[in-house]
């Protein structure tokens, strides 16, 4: 069934094309589409459209689908488009011509773009939530290893000293960013579509106020072809903020598999947490990071895909924008499974320790050695040309006891002041007021 379709359907071929796997992915906005409506029929009410009468029934049949569908008791009927027709088609079945008035004063165009903002609404929400254990995680693990030297190096040439505390503590400092990212991205999506109609807006005296308020969106996309033009910027702009959480794991997960290869050996984990070889006795092999960072540069492809496939299109609605659901969709979960993944690895790493007494790094301790001239006198340039010299010469001596207090460095990671920038941002996000309005919607 198709609500556009009129006397003449389309071919078979050219139906099954351009559904696609659209349907599948409808599944996903399932119980969005049926706020929306929720919020849509109690607007329509307002200005008249709809009796209260009609309001009650429709609001009784749709809180029952919603919760079917919270119950996986809900799917699409083999000859139904979409979810929009699907929902329609249980209304009239139950309610008759009432069921059909459900669809007075929007498009399917305004109708999916809310269905799609609803759904990455959630959907950060959710990303908001799984990466705060993995954050609290590597704070922790920067605070139990502070004192466990590790090399640190540029150009993947040792450099000077690091330490698994400033480690651990600087992918947690990662996350902070990536959410403020993600924040920016909720704001952008957390305004209100609904009410644009086809893009051109409505001839019927609608308050597009109203529903706002009763999804709890932040504010309105006023402009009504704006909003339709919204389609594809919110996605690319989510898949951005998506891509930055995992250029952190990704990160991670390489330093990870370098740090636990034999010519490193800084750390290990448990036989249970990695693979072996069909031939090779010996070998652990970090196939859970080395998937993570495969799986985050897929995730860090996506915005690019996204302005690709939206390139050089006119303002209006397009076709184009069906398949944008098709990668960015599962990218939510592949990308919460990899920071789960991520934190049963971290939490049950064993760390080297005395890595640094080894000879064959103390040419990390250069530049302690240089500084400990400047601050008995010598310039720096003078400092820097002795201990050069000294280097060349097979005279080099130095000392592992390293003293670093600055903000931010070995001795002073500052992790609570990295705590209290997280909690700031998160406590920014309005969900609380999100699950009011919606719980006031399907109560």
């Known amino acids: 069934m198709k609500l556009w379709q009129k006397d003449k359907g389309s071919i078979k071929e050219v139906e099954t094309f351009t559904v696609g796997n659209d349907r599948e992915m409808d599944i996903h906005l399932a119980a969005f589409d ?55 088609l249980l209304l009239t079945r139950k309610l008759g011509d009432t069921g059909k008035k459900i669809h007075s004063a929007r498009s399917r165009n305004d109708q999916v773009l809310v269905d799609v903002k609803l759904f990455l609404r959630n959907e950060l929400e959710q990303m908001v939530k799984t990466i705060q254990p993995l954050f609290e995680l590597l704070q922790s693990q920067s605070e139990k290893y502070k004192d466990c030297l590790v090399p640190g190096y540029t150009h993947l040439q040792l450099a000077m000293p690091s330490s698994f505390g400033l480690w651990f503590g600087a992918f947690a400092e990662s996350l902070v960013d990536d959410v403020i990212t993600l924040k920016a991205a909720y704001d952008v999506v957390n305004k209100n579509p609904l009410g644009s109609a086809a893009g051109f807006g409505s001839s019927f005296p609608i308050n597009r106020t109203l529903t706002t308020k009763l999804l709890g969106f932040d504010d309105l996309n006023y402009n009504v072809v704006y909003a339709q033009m919204g389609r594809g910027k919110a996605e690319r702009i989510v898949a951005q903020s998506l891509a930055n959480v995992a250029d952190t794991l990704a990160k991670l997960s390489m330093d990870a598999c370098l740090f636990l290869n034999q010519n490193f050996g800084f750390i290990n984990f448990p036989s249970e947490l990695t693979t072996g070889s069909s031939i090779m006795p010996h070998k652990k092999n970090p196939d859970v990071f080395e998937l993570i960072r495969s799986q985050c540069n897929r995730i860090k492809a996506l915005p690019n895909e996204i302005t690709l496939m939206t390139a050089n299109l006119p303002s209006g609605y397009h076709r184009d924008f069906q398949l944008l659901k098709e990668h960015l969709f599962p990218a939510f979960k ?13 939490a049950n790493i064993e760390i080297k320790k005395d890595i640094l007494m080894d000879e064959k790094y103390k040419y990390l301790f250069s530049v302690e050695e240089v500084n400990k001239l400047v601050n008995a006198g010598m310039p720096f340039r003078d400092a820097y040309k002795k201990v050069g010299q000294d280097i060349e010469t097979g005279n080099f001596k130095y000392e592992t006891h390293i003293h670093h207090t600055h903000e931010g460095s070995i001795g002073n990671l500052c992790n609570a002041a990295i705590k209290k920038q997280m909690q700031h941002v998160v406590a920014s996000f309005p969900f609380a007021f999100v699950q009011s309005a919606i719980h006031k919607l399907i109560s």
């Open 334 to 346: 592949t990308l919460k499974d990899c920071m789960e993944m991520a934190g049963l690895m971290l």
């Open 34 to 88: 049926v706020l929306g409506s929720l919020a849509h029929i109690e607007m329509l009410e307002s200005v008249g459209l709809l009796t209260k009468e009609e309001l009650a029934q429709l609001q009784n049949e749709l809180k029952n689908i919603y919760q079917q569908i919270k119950n996986d008791g809900f799917k699409l009927e083999d000859d139904v488009e979409d979810i929009h027709s699907q929902v329609e």
